[in-house]
């Protein structure tokens, strides 16, 4: 049984800051890729950030210079660093963690940006 454990969600007002993190517990073998996306009302998922395991990262062109994701490879574990949050970035934000045959998301937390 895998687990994947988001934390960190809240309401904050324009301009503040938030810290996502995300641990993945269980029976698994190596994770390659742990990303965050997020989801808001009426919209499709979409990615915010990922990072491999050698720490090569990938920003969704709308958070570069925001956010900040990083990863404790021993702790299984990723954190997502947001700055200057926007209404935008309203939504519920999921952690996702994936092997080379296996790929898991958490439950999502609720991240609501007032203006």
């Known amino acids: 049984q895998v687990h994947v454990v988001e934390s960190g969600g809240g309401l904050v007002q324009a301009g503040n800051s938030l810290r996502l993190s995300c641990t993945v517990s269980g029976s698994i073998f190596s994770i390659n890729a742990m990303g965050w996306y997020r989801q808001a009302p009426g919209n499709e998922r979409e990615l915010v950030a990922f990072?491999?395991?050698?720490?090569?990262?990938n920003y969704a062109d709308s958070v570069k210079g925001r956010f900040t994701i990083s990863r404790d490879n021993a702790k299984d574990s990723v954190d997502l660093q947001m700055n200057s949050l926007k209404p935008d970035d309203t939504g519920v934000y999921y952690c996702r963690a994936s092997g080379s045959e296996w790929d898991y998301w958490g439950q999502g937390t609720q991240v609501t940006v007032s203006s």
């Open positions: 990072i491999f395991s050698g720490g090569v990262t």
